[in-house]
């Protein structure tokens, strides 16, 4: 139905910024809420944020809120994880989900997963 692909990551130092992407392709970004997560080595698979159908306010993390932002371009068909103040617990596999109801915290509750980009904080 709907296919994701995740990119932006890489390695960075404690403070930095980087803007992940999360583009779709087979049906529109825009019919859909879509959430990223993330999964650090040897932890379980964790939501972070989401953004609604109807660009609603957003949910964060309490350990990411204030330092990132979520977006979507619907002429791109992209949604964005904008992360500032990068930390070295922030190192993880991040991966955008989309689900065709609202926004959850919840992994099951999302119908498709991208790949992941690797995203790496130190020193």
């Known amino acids: 139905q709907v296919q994701l692909v995740e990119s932006g990551g890489g390695l960075v130092q404690p403070g930095a910024s980087l803007r992940l992407s999360c583009a779709a392709s087979?049906?529109?970004?825009?019919?859909?809420?879509v959430g990223w997560f993330r999964q650090a080595p040897g932890k379980a698979r964790e939501g972070i944020s989401c953004?609604?159908?109807?660009?609603?306010?957003?949910n964060y993390a309490d350990s990411v809120k204030g330092r990132f932002t979520i977006s979507r371009d619907n002429a791109k068909n992209t949604v964005y994880l904008q992360m500032n103040s990068l930390k070295p617990e922030d190192t993880a596999v991040y991966y955008c989900?989309?689900?065709?109801?609202?926004?959850?915290?919840?992994?099951?509750?999302?119908?498709?997963w991208g790949q992941g980009t690797q995203v790496t904080v130190s020193s």
């Open positions: 989900a989309v689900r065709g109801s609202g926004c959850s915290t919840i992994r099951y509750a999302y119908n498709y």
């Open positions: 087979g049906s529109s970004l825009d019919d859909y809420s």
């Open positions: 953004i609604s159908r109807s660009d609603g306010s957003p």
